[in-house]
């Protein structure tokens, strides 16, 4: 059974009255006529009642914090002195249960005098005024009920509010789309208002949005050009409207009821003492809004359990949305829009009355939001994430090549997050069913940061998660299509983080699949145990060796697996890496019956941790230019691809260096590295004779050529 929802706002009226009379006012200018019949202020009597039942319910559901918004008509008809009288009764009678109260208060500002400014610091009141621009554009439809402007003393209101930014909570304004949106920014901006919200005219599909009739898409341009200007002029003010869409692009909950889904959390009193749902509902029809009941009546709990609260949190939930929205690929950010301009002759089966400005407005900020990316991306390249002919000499050696690995992997890391958030907003469309999993991944991500997503398992299925969400199928090595199951996400951030320790042997079903049913990952407990004693041994080697290698692979490879290929010959030893696993290391122990010798082991552990580091190196920059060519590499004694003989001549220089390290070991190494420099020396001729790099390639290899004249200077064994 459902839970009741837990209401954490409490809108009272205050006034039921307004010295205003806008326009465009849900209150006034609407289907629901009842204020007609409300008392002109909430009495004494119904303030003492609401302080008790908000005393019992807070008490009932043991809540830790309330908000209590002070509303209207014009809230300050009521008495600043009054309001200031009414908070610390509420606060007082709170502070008993250890419940926080915050006070809030939506001003039209034309009453508001310094002095009430003053008593309103002292109780912690903010202020949020309403404005809707400047004189201009303010003085169309916020006129008195002698139809006088108002800018003047609104205005007055602001310069007062400026003087007290500890209570000032930001403006809101009703856009007009016959004039620039920029005009509309620009005043809030040299005003120094740091926070305001956009409102779309309240309409439905019985009251449709003015002016909309005689230009169709004036909503939509006015929309759009105000979101780039706000982006590119004006990111410095806050504007719910537009990063409450942000938000729910990136998987995130928004605050503005513009967006649908999510839950009944506010309920509001009138100044007969009546529980209310939702003021602005009052422009479907008369009385829609009161649930029945009142302070005098009920307690609180009971107005979360009325009908009309029921329908309104179905309206917030995919089940009560209607088919148009369902089939709509940005239900899961706009979510059918505001429940009020859902409404027509018929309820509330339709999509907001402004669905396609909804849509198109959604559609433009998510490509927004893919080109800033790009952006950033392209900005990183050009400064902080290039390196100097230094710093590529030292990311080609160990000892001081942490700095620009780090540099490296905040990069990719940034690439890994834009990637989640784009799968997140798909998948949320392709498996709907699977929303609360994808919220649940969303918010793991968010709090373990980026290690979630560069878990070479995590990485790996993201990867292949995304090509399949566009529609391709994705195998694995072997040619074997990819299970592609959207509950593996459960376990991101979970039991995959990625860690900067040496981990042997984590076991994970998706390797098989990525690495092909050949590769045999389960070995019988003595075996395992004798390699793994044999892995432990060549770490002991290979910290002796350099401890800043030692560290490095820490960073970069520190998932180490022991693995046998089906079809390797029995005297054959196998090692791989894959780019598609980052930070994962793939070695064979096993020659035969018999282990390897550790130095053997370890002497692979840096050759595949190389690779590792190169493909690392490669994520950021083009390392060859796009050229026709193929390098004849030794090894495998055949042509490849100039990025293959570049990883071979890079990992055989650092397997060479340890090599001379432990051939006092083994005198019987100095035919094998005597074989190796002369391989190496070949295939560098090779690639400086026909492979064009790009400028970053360049620096490596120049980088890399320095480590080989060092390589041939120390070598014990070269003739």
């Excluded at 290039?386 to 620009?404: G, H, P, R, T, V």
Aim: charge should be negative; charged fraction near 25%; hydrophobic fraction near 40%.
């Amino acid at each position: 059974m459902k839970q009741d929802p837990i209401f954490s706002s409490f809108l009272i009226k205050v006034a039921s009255r307004c010295n205003l009379n806008c326009a465009y006012c849900y209150m006034y200018q609407h289907a629901d006529q009842s204020w007609k019949d409300k008392p002109l202020v909430l009495s004494e009597k119904h303030q003492q009642l609401f302080v008790d039942r908000l005393y019992d319910y807070a008490q009932e559901k043991s809540l830790d914090k309330v908000l209590v918004i002070y509303h209207g008509g014009e809230p300050l008809i009521f008495g600043a002195d009054k309001l200031v009288n009414f908070s610390k009764a509420i606060k007082k009678r709170l502070d008993t249960i250890s419940c926080q109260v915050d006070f809030g208060i939506q001003t039209n500002g034309t009453l508001l005098k310094e002095e009430h400014l003053k008593l309103f610091v002292d109780e912690n009141i903010s202020v949020s005024l309403s404005i809707d621009g400047p004189k201009k554009i303010h003085n169309v439809y916020r006129l008195d009920h002698k139809g006088n402007p108002s800018f003047d003393k609104v205005y007055r209101a602001l310069a007062l509010l400026k003087k007290y930014p500890q209570i000032f909570s930001g403006c809101i304004a009703v856009i007009n789309v016959n004039y620039s949106p920029r005009e509309l920014f620009q005043f809030f901006s040299e005003n120094e208002v740091e926070e305001f919200n956009i409102l779309l005219p309240d309409a439905n599909y019985t009251s449709p949005p003015i002016g909309r009739d005689q230009n169709p898409d004036v909503y939509i341009d006015w929309l759009i050009e105000a979101f780039d200007c706000w982006s590119a002029e004006f990111p410095h003010i806050q504007c719910k409207f537009f990063e409450s869409i942000i938000l729910a692009l990136l998987g995130k909950s928004g605050q503005t009821d513009a967006l649908g889904l999510g839950d009944v959390s506010l309920l509001n009193i009138e100044t007969d003492g009546m529980y209310h749902d939702l003021d602005v509902l009052k422009i479907t029809k008369e009385g829609y809004s009161s649930l029945g009941i009142g302070l005098e009546t009920a307690p609180i709990s009971a107005a979360a359990q009325s009908k009309n609260i029921e329908v309104h949190r179905k309206l917030l939930s995919k089940e009560g949305l209607s088919k148009t929205c369902l089939a709509c690929k940005h239900v899961d950010i706009c979510g059918g829009g505001s429940v009020p301009h859902r409404f027509g002759t018929e309820g509330f089966d339709n999509p907001t009355i402004y669905c396609k400005e909804m849509y198109a407005l959604i559609d433009h900020i998510s490509e927004k939001l893919i080109q800033l990316v790009d952006q950033e991306l392209e900005k990183n390249e050009s400064s902080s994430i290039l390196f100097s002919q230094k710093e590529m000499e030292d990311f080609c050696i160990y000892s001081n090549s942490e700095k620009q690995i780090r540099k490296l992997q905040e990069y990719v890391a940034q690439k890994k997050r834009a990637q989640w958030e784009r799968i997140a907003v798909e998948a949320k469309q392709r498996f709907p069913s699977q929303e609360a999993l994808i919220n649940q991944t969303n918010n793991q991500v968010s709090s373990v940061g980026e290690r979630a997503l560069m878990h070479p398992v995590s990485s790996s299925f993201l990867d292949a998660l995304e090509q399949s969400l566009k529609g391709k199928v994705v195998e694995g090595m072997d040619g074997t299509p990819l299970p592609i199951d959207i509950d593996f996400l459960h376990l991101i951030g979970t039991k995959l983080l990625r860690k900067e320790e040496f981990v042997i042997q984590e076991n994970h079903d998706w390797y098989t699949h990525a690495l092909g049913k050949d590769i045999v990952f389960n070995h019988p407990q003595t075996a395992f145990d004798l390699g793994k004693k044999v892995i432990e041994d060549a770490l002991g080697m290979i910290q002796e060796y350099d401890t800043h290698l030692y560290d490095e692979m820490k960073i970069i490879s520190p998932y180490i697996y022991i693995v046998k290929d089906k079809n390797s010959p029995p005297d054959r030893d196998i090692s791989f890496a894959d780019e598609t696993l980052p930070g994962a290391i793939f070695i064979g122990v096993w020659k035969g019956n018999r282990c390897l010798a550790p130095y053997k082991v370890a002497a692979s552990m840096i050759h595949e941790h190389c690779h590792q580091k190169l493909y690392l190196l490669q994520e950021r920059f083009e390392i060859i230019e796009p050229q026709d060519v193929e390098i004849y590499s030794p090894w495998p004694e055949k042509y490849r691809p100039p990025i293959a003989a570049l990883h071979a001549v890079y990992v055989f220089i650092h397997v060479a260096k340890f090599l001379n390290h432990v051939a006092i070991c083994d005198q019987n190494l100095q035919e094998e590295i005597d074989l190796t420099l002369e391989r190496i020396d070949g295939c560098i001729s090779e690639i400086q004779e026909k492979v064009q790099f790009t400028p970053m390639g360049a620096l490596f290899f120049e980088s890399l050529l320095k480590e080989w004249e060092l390589l041939k200077s120390q070598s014990l064994c070269l003739t």
